[in-house]
């Protein structure tokens, strides 16, 4: 249960528009994001992303790499993972559901790639990370989603839930 | 009210709008991104099919033939390497490489060679702690195809010339200081029995003559070992250049940068190899005697009278791998220079030195520059006038910024337009020059969607074409025309001179 009750009369219309402007980001960014890779000339594909992982889960995660079909499998979930889920959030459906889901999405990026002292990676990355990177920000931000719902009123989930 | 109550029913759609601009124009923006970060290029480059990446390795079918009755000569550093690649590991070598009762990779890649039918006989090795270590490899049960079992123990021989003359050996792999080549190589094909010889070949330009004469002479089928030439970079690498993607090509730079013990031939003395355990006098050859000295014995490489300097020891790795793309040939002059700058050990060798080889009719030069002393890694590099190539394990192609020929192809500089990236998993191989060997593109390749040893392909081929199927792809030609480069430059470095190549005489000449 949140501690927050978000009925109209206890949220104030700022604190709405921050929750609903949250959420449409967040979607922006996952629909984005898939829409770029469905749309990627020669198809998209997680191979490399998979194949250079680093950290305590790597072999897992590279040998998704090595396995070709269960690698189809992954790259087309991912894909339309990332559009449904950015379009829940988007127009404020089943946002909660989405959330978890991201969150689960974001949690696997992050450990494919975790910053933690000791697992170098070869690519070049921007800015400096330690633990903390934006995976992780982006993950945090959903949780507030989850507990701070804001889609029962600014989102199609209004009609969806019942009234008190 | 209903006013209030018509506005909060609207909130339910207050982001819609938003979804409606994003539906309406993320597709140009997304096109338009994808224009700017385009690396798909092949096109304009005309190599929007390359009919090497459907290469697949030929099947041996070693069964249906009987078999192949193998000998080795040398089991030091890179003997029990070729030994794996024929499928013979030493049992402490799969212990070590077991982790937690699972094979590690190295050896999950060993295991699923294919079984190419050999019976491993007989071992020379002048230090016998090492070619008992070679029996031992010889009769592991752990094995690609291991159901044959009972493998018998090979036969340790107390000279090469007796191993040869056994009568128990078809073919031979040749894995000793460079000093011996020759020698080994041409007591072999004499006998009939096939050569797989480590590179480099020979010492001089009289022995490689000799040696061309013999090999040819006796029909054997024979193998310089070149594993590079199984490499798909290499492959592709040269299908692009027969496909002219990088224009006129006019410098060829190659290069060995090393900074460790190790790769300056500082390697480890074992204290058990004493005048007992090893046979110097079968050590040195045909050399002039001289006293035991364990640091010749195990670090020959610095010394003339058994090793032929970086440009044997190192250069003929890059100038096989140039002459597999562009076929180079010999160049018709070569100049070198260098010294020994900064080991104050016994050495021969330079530990810094550049040498150019000049290739008029071709309009290039190839260079090399080899310094011990710095880890920078160079890539080697093809310079063309529309596009440069930076070849090793991985292969980009860089556009001129100034070719007339690509145009069409706006693209930051340092960003390659083609890229060939196989294998990521390069870790796992802890020292500098093991690293810098596989990053130079000699370990492994991937072909078929499969990781496989260079070696082991390159060996196959051998073994294959033993067996009457294809050719070896290094053969002596191959082995000829790089032992005359390396050595042109040997000559040109200690002559402090230009020599030239006379290709009628087959004879180097000062300047
Ligand atoms: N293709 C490659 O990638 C590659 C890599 C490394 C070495 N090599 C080549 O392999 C050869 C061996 O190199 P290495 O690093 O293994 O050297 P090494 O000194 O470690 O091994 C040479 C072995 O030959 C033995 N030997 C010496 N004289 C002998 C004789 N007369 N008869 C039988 N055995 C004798 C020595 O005891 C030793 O075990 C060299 O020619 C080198 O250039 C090739």
Redesign the interface.
């Known amino acids: 249960m949140s501690n927050i009750d978000t009925s ?1 009369d206890r949220v104030t219309r700022m604190q709405i528009f921050t929750l ?1 402007f949250l ?2 980001v967040i979607g ?1 960014h996952f ?2 994001e898939g ?2 890779k469905l ?4 198809g998209w594909t997680a191979e ?1 992303f998979l ?2 992982a680093v950290g305590p889960f790597s072999a897992v995660y ?1 040998s998704i790499a090595t396995n ?1 079909t269960i690698l189809m499998v992954v790259d087309q979930v991912n894909i339309w993972a990332l559009i449904i889920i950015g ?1 829940g959030l ?3 459906i089943f946002a909660k559901k989405f959330a978890i889901l991201g969150m689960g999405l974001l949690f696997l990026y992050y450990f494919a790639y975790p910053p933690f002292s000791g697992y170098s990676v ?1 690519a070049p990355v921007e800015g400096s990370y330690w633990i903390v990177n934006k995976n992780l920000i982006e993950l945090a931000a959903m949780l507030v989603l989850y507990w701070f719902p804001s889609s029962d ?7 969806l839930v019942k009234e008190k | 009210m209903t006013r209030f109550l018509r506005r909060d029913f609207l909130k339910g759609m207050a982001t819609i709008p938003f979804l409606g601009y994003f539906g309406l124009s993320f597709k140009q923006n997304i096109l338009a991104e994808q224009a700017k970060s385009r690396t798909n290029y092949l096109d304009d480059l005309g190599i929007d099919h390359l009919d090497i990446l459907n290469y697949q390795i030929p099947a041996s079918n070693a069964k249906n033939y009987k078999p192949i009755r193998i000998g080795l000569a040398g089991h030091g550093w890179r003997g029990p390497v070729l030994l794996r690649a024929l499928g013979f590991a030493h049992p402490t070598w799969i212990v070590e490489n077991t982790i937690k009762g699972k094979p590690n990779e190295e050896v999950s890649l060993f295991l699923d060679q294919e079984d190419l039918n050999l019976k491993l006989t007989g071992i020379c090795d002048t230090f016998s702690l090492r070619a008992e270590s070679a029996t031992a490899a010889s009769v592991n049960d752990i094995h690609p195809g291991a159901k044959n079992g009972n493998r018998k123990p090979a036969k340790i021989y107390a000279s090469y010339s007796q191993m040869i003359a056994s009568g128990e050996i078809d073919a031979v792999i040749i894995c000793t200081p460079d000093h011996l080549h020759t020698q080994m190589a041409t007591e072999a094909a004499k006998a009939g029995i096939h050569v797989y010889l480590e590179k480099p070949m020979t010492h001089s330009i009289e022995e490689a003559v000799a040696l061309r004469q013999v090999i040819k002479s006796s029909g054997i089928v024979f193998q310089l070992g070149h594993e590079n030439r199984q490499h798909m970079s290499y492959r592709i690498a040269e299908e692009l250049i027969k496909k002219n993607v990088l224009g006129a090509v006019s410098m060829i730079e190659t290069f060995t940068n090393r900074n460790d013990d190790f790769g300056a031939w500082i390697r480890p003395i074992d204290k058990r190899g004493t005048p007992q355990t090893i046979n110097w006098k079968e050590f040195l050859g045909d050399t002039p005697w001289q006293e035991f000295n364990p640091d010749k014995y195990f670090n020959w490489q610095r010394f003339d009278e058994f090793g032929t300097g970086v440009t044997g020891s190192q250069f003929t790795h890059y100038y096989d791998c140039m002459n597999q793309i562009l076929h180079l040939g010999i160049p018709e002059s070569v100049a070198a220079l260098g010294g020994t700058y900064h080991f104050k050990d016994p050495r021969d060798i330079p530990d810094v030195m550049n040498a150019i080889f000049n290739y008029p009719k071709r309009g290039f030069t190839l260079t090399y520059d080899c310094t011990l002393k710095s880890n920078k890694f160079r890539p080697m590099t093809i310079l063309g006038a529309d596009a440069s190539m930076e070849v090793g394990n991985n292969l980009d192609i860089f556009k001129d910024s100034l070719s007339k020929r690509y145009t069409k192809i706006v693209i930051d500089p340092s960003k390659p337009i083609y890229n060939y990236f196989p294998d990521p998993r390069v870790d796992g191989v802890t020292s500098a020059t093991a690293s810098a060997y596989i990053k130079s593109g000699f370990g492994r390749t991937l072909v078929e969607r499969k990781i496989v040893d260079t070696t082991y392909l390159h060996m196959k081929e051998w073994i294959d074409a033993i067996r009457g199927i294809g050719a070896p792809s290094c053969n002596i030609d191959r082995g000829f025309e790089e032992t005359v480069t390396y050595i042109l430059a040997n000559i040109s470095l200690k002559e402090k001179k230009m020599v030239s190549w006379d290709a009628i005489h087959e004879k180097a000449v000062l300047s």
Do not use: C, E, Q
């Open positions: 109209r609903t959420r449409v922006w629909l984005y829409l770029a749309y990627s000339p020669g490399l194949a250079n590279k070709h379009l988007f127009a404020g070869s009123i600014t989102g199609l989930d209004k009609y």
